[in-house]
Every structure is written in C-alpha cells, then in structure tokens.
T-cell receptor, first 113, second 110 residues
Framework: DVKVTQSSRYLVKRTGEKVFLECVQD?????MFWYRQDPGLGLRLIYF???????EKGDIPEGYSVSREKKERFSLILESASTNQTSMYLC????????????FGPGTRLLVL | LAKTTQPISMDSYEGQEVNITCSHN???????ITWYQQFPSQGPRFIIQ???TKVTNEVASLFIPADRKSSTLSLPRVSLSDTAVYYC???????????FGTGTRLKVLA
C-alpha cells in the first residue's frame, strides 16, 4: 500500500511565523501535490511537483512556497503565516502521468493565531 | 480547465442504491473522470476512474455518456459507513492539475 505521511496532524502558530509542513511518500512517485481544504470551498491546489527540484503553481500559490530536494519529500512553506492561512493542508502523491490516482496523506490542521 | 458541478448534499437509507451526478461541460478530449471519497479528518481516497461508457469495480460503477459532459457515480446498497463526501475530478491531461469541486456530502440513514 502507498503510504503518504505528513509531519504533524495539528499545528498552532502565530501570525508572522515561518511554518514548514512536510510530506513523505514511500512509493517512489514522481508527482507530489499540496492542497488546502476549507469549508464550502473543497480542495484547492497550492503547488505541485513532477520531479525533484521541479515545481509548478496551482490555483492559490500566493503566500506559499515549496521545496522538493528529494523524490520522496515535498515541503510546503508559509513564509509569514497569516490568519487566513488557517486551514486543513493535504499532501498527495501519484505516479507520473496526469490521469494517475492521487494518494493522500491524513492532513495537517493548521491554526494561525 | 474543466470545472465540475455536483449536488451539495444527498441523503439515502441503508440498502439503497445512490447515484451522484457530476457535470463537466468543458471536459477535454484527453481528460479522465475520477471520483474520490473523503471521511472526516482523513485525506480523500480513490474510488473509481473512467474515460467513457461504463466502468465497474468492487466498490462502485461509473457511467459516462457519449458526450462526456457529465458522469454518474453509482454506489450499490449503501451502508452507514458510506457516509462521506464524494468528489468528482476531471484530470487536465498533461498538466497534472486536477480540479476538486466542493464535493457531495452523502448521508446514509439507518
């Protein structure tokens, strides 16, 4: 079974802090994704990566950056956290190819005070 | 990018068949249609994927008409454990961008 793990299930940070969310997958998948999920808005794609050191913006990249130094690890960075970044963050991975199934981690619920 | 539209919520009773329809009028030729299921406090989980006509697996069936502008997820004989949010996605071939809508919240009643 594919396993996607996220570094924390719950995080509480203060406005202005730099926040790192880490995601690790164990199936040698080429693609990795970061989404945020908010009530009434569904899942929205923040960034995705199709290879090491490669990244592309999703629909809502503002206020976020990402890093993929190793194939199995994809990090989401909030350079200066703001209250409107309070959300559930979900990481996913998939094999190469756009029609491939995405496997999701359990999510990180981030609260920015 | 193809956008999807689904009903916001549905109620059903145990043992009934549930059909959830998704509209995707701007689907592209090389797009696949994929459905995911999400339980509270968990990430979405793949259910089924198709390109055209009908696909069936051990969990669900997916019906896609010839024009591919909509699709219907069919869950046979639902149980209480099928209570979840169901998302319809249209994959934008070659760009890796999936668009998740707001999903359909299915509630199965005893």
């Amino acid at each position: 079974d594919v396993k996607v793990t996220q570094s924390s299930r719950y995080l509480v940070k203060r406005t202005g802090e730099k926040v790192f969310l880490e995601c690790v997958q164990d199936m040698d998948h080429e693609n990795m994704f970061w989404y945020r999920q908010d009530p009434g808005l569904g899942l929205r794609l923040i960034y995705f990566s199709y290879d090491v050191k490669m990244k592309e913006k999703g629909d809502i990249p503002e206020g976020y950056s990402v890093s993929r130094e190793k194939k199995e690890r994809f990090s989401l960075i909030l350079e200066s956290a703001s209250t409107n970044q309070t959300s559930m963050y979900l990481c996913a991975s998939s094999l190469s190819g756009s029609a491939e199934t995405q496997y999701f981690g359990p999510g990180t619920r981030l609260l920015v005070l | 990018l193809a956008k999807t539209t689904q009903p916001i919520s549905m109620d059903s009773y145990e043992g009934q068949e549930v059909n959830i329809t998704c509209s995707h009028n701007n689907i592209a030729t090389n797009d696949y249609i994929t459905w995911y299921q999400q339980f509270p406090s968990q990430g979405p989980r793949f259910i089924i994927q198709g390109y055209k006509t009908k696909v069936t697996n051990e969990v669900a069936s997916l019906f896609i008409p010839a024009d591919r502008k909509s699709s219907t997820l069919s869950l046979p004989r639902v149980s209480l454990s099928d209570t979840a949010v169901y998302y319809c996605l249209v994959g934008t071939g070659g760009t890796y961008k999936y668009i998740f809508g707001t999903g359909t919240r299915l509630k199965v009643l005893a």
